[in-house]
């Protein structure tokens, strides 16, 4: 072989072209690098953007409640999250809250349970469900799309099964099961148990991801399973892990719930999928898988809930809001392809 | 290299089959320390099936593993990693949107010493990327300078050049490369020719799977030739011309 003398060491030429910093380009690589930029500028801008429109949005009784009326959604999302990145999805997110939920108001009512054993019923059964999800995914290896549509009608059955359709209102319950609605205050703002909560599984889960090896296992899954597979991870485990991790975030979105509505509602969550896969989604974590910040599903959140709250503060009929929500979902996505393009 | 030495890895009549196809047929395989053995064949003459033996991604259904003359049997890749086997696979080498250091690292990352470690299970991200400098340092991959970037940003060669320092890293004993530079252009494929010559000068032995007899010739002390699920033949650079080679691949001569 004699090319290997004649070509000179120094760099292509092309190479350098490629490699140069266009704008574009720099924007690109950080958007890359820093998932979470992108929803933090847009929920920045849609802050002030409101308040310009209306001064009373700005009012902090109003940011609370927008933050009080995220919080269900944002905890959903936040298990929504770890799925997604590893390129599952899962449908029966609203259905394993309520479920939970369920479990917890109706043993620690009618069955007399402590109130501190009917909340961890109520997370078995998040967990129990995640399990089920998981072992589908698995071990009979069908899509997750398909497991959790399958379980999100199951769930949603057995929820009414057991509930015989019936709402437990917080007043029947035990303090503790409705804790989560019980506010204080923070200089002027008052915060809920439920959004301190939802705080913590956040701050928990981001911890996990960024700086231990199961958060590297569950990136490296999502991103090329097979590359994963040849690094010596277990992915079938890590892909169980995750949903029954996620099973367990659902259940403590179910103590949120109780303490956000005042009541365990069979009814209640119907949308609760669709509106946390839009969070995530908004929030910069790819569908395809091992690409996201979590702190972006909770910037997806707030988002939906700023618009939600900013666009009826302004005298727009709800219609709008919904519009809005999907051009957000269709712009949030579109940026994704873009980051994924490879090179900008 | 010096065959009167023991061979870092032996494989003795190893068969493999699938169904009623005949993978292998009793192969024998040697590797000598500080050696790059090429392993050549045509398509079906069970390089990758000889491969994924040595590399534990196949459990053969007869026949031996030595070693260092001592008896092993891999179930899974993890076990022949953990001997000291490291393998880069042709196409699925590296997690795209990982960072380089991650790629390194990824499936055996190095925790905090002490209780943050231990208990809260925090890795050490800083000390893995000071290692993964060194380790591309020690390969004199000029081309990689930030090891925080992700993978998918990187070129072909590059790409390759991270799966070659990861095996480097890792594997004590040897180092096997399948098709490394099948997907390349010729002055990516000169630098990981390089490469494999820098493993063969850290003194790390090298089995190296490849369709391209220039680069076969340009970096192998012995050639394996696989045919018909068995080896048809070992020669080397100096003793037989690339044509001579591809005639004992294809059965139109035999080893003389």
Not at chain 1, 169 to 178: D, Q
Not at chain 1, 219 to 238: E, F, H, P, T
Request: charged content about 15%; some cysteine; overall charge positive.
């Amino acid at each position: 072989m004699t090319t290997a003398a004649t070509v000179p060491p120094e760099v292509d030429p092309a190479e350098e072209f490629l490699d140069r910093q266009t704008p574009g380009r720099r924007v690109h690589a950080l958007l890359r690098r820093y998932p979470a930029l992108s929803p933090a500028l847009v929920l920045v801008l849609s802050v002030v953007f409101f308040g310009i429109l209306n001064d009373r949005f700005l009012a902090p009784a109003n940011l609370s409640l927008v933050v009080q009326q995220v919080a269900v959604v944002g905890a959903l999302a936040a298990g929504q999250t770890l799925i997604i990145l590893t390129a599952g999805i899962d449908l029966s997110v609203g259905a394993v809250m309520v479920l939970s939920s369920m479990v917890s108001a109706q043993t620690a009512t009618a069955n007399g349970v402590p109130a501190a054993v009917a909340l961890l019923l109520g997370l078995l059964v998040g967990l129990g469900a995640g399990l089920v999800n998981g072992l589908l995914v698995t071990k009979v290896k069908l899509p997750p799309f398909i497991v959790t549509l399958g379980t999100l009608n199951i769930f949603v059955a057995l929820t009414l099964l057991y509930s015989k359709g019936a709402t437990v209102r917080g007043r029947e319950m035990p303090a503790l099961l409705t804790w989560t609605g019980t506010t204080f205050s923070v200089g002027g703002v008052r915060v809920t148990v439920g959004v301190l909560l939802m705080l913590a599984l956040y701050a928990v889960l981001a911890y996990v991801l960024s700086q231990t090896s199961w958060g590297r296992h569950v990136y490296a899954v999502g991103d090329d399973k097979d590359a994963a597979r040849l690094a010596g991870i277990a992915v079938s485990r890590v892909l169980l892990s995750v949903y029954v991790t996620a099973g367990a975030v659902f259940a403590v979105a179910g103590w949120i719930l109780i303490g956000r509505i005042n009541a365990a509602s069979p009814n209640a969550g119907a949308d609760a999928n669709l509106d946390s896969i839009t969070a995530v989604v908004i929030g910069g974590t790819s569908l395809f898988g091992g690409r996201g910040a979590i702190w972006g599903s909770l910037l997806g959140a707030l988002i939906v809930g700023v618009f939600r709250n900013g666009l009826s503060l302004a005298g727009f009929d709800v219609l709008y809001q919904t519009l809005t929500v999907g051009v957000l979902v269709i712009v949030a996505v579109s940026v994704d392809q873009w980051i994924r393009r490879g090179r900008g | 290299m010096n065959t009167t030495q023991t061979p870092v890895l032996q494989a003795r009549g190893l068969v493999k089959t699938f169904g009623r196809v005949v993978g292998l047929d009793g192969v024998d395989l040697d590797l000598y320390p500080g050696e790059v053995l090429a392993v050549i064949g045509d398509n079906g003459a069970g390089k990758s099936t000889l491969i994924k033996c040595l590399s534990g991604a196949l459990r053969p259904d007869r026949g031996e593993l030595l070693l260092d003359g001592r008896p092993v049997t891999f179930d899974r890749p993890q076990d022949a990693r953990a001997a000291g086997i490291e393998t880069v696979y042709q196409n699925l080498a590296v997690s795209p949107a990982l960072d380089i250091a991650s790629n390194l690292y990824l499936g055996r990352e190095r925790r905090w010493p002490g209780w943050q470690g231990s208990l809260l299970r925090r890795l050490d991200h800083r000390g893995m990327r000071e290692s993964a400098r060194q380790a591309v340092r020690d390969l004199g991959i000029t081309t990689l300078q930030d090891v925080t970037q992700p993978v998918e940003t990187l070129s072909g060669g590059q790409r390759q050049a991270v799966a070659v320092a990861r095996a480097a890293a890792f594997g004590s004993k040897m180092v096997i490369l399948d098709e490394p530079t099948a997907a390349l252009g010729v002055r990516e494929s000169n630098q990981v020719l390089q490469l494999v010559k820098d493993l063969r000068e850290r003194g790390l032995p090298v089995i190296l799977i490849s369709h391209n007899m220039p680069h076969v010739f340009e970096v192998a002390d012995r050639i394996h030739i696989q045919r018909l699920g068995r080896r048809a033949a070992v020669v080397t650079p100096e003793t037989h011309t690339p044509n001579e080679a591809v005639a004992i691949m294809t059965g139109a001569a035999t080893a003389a």
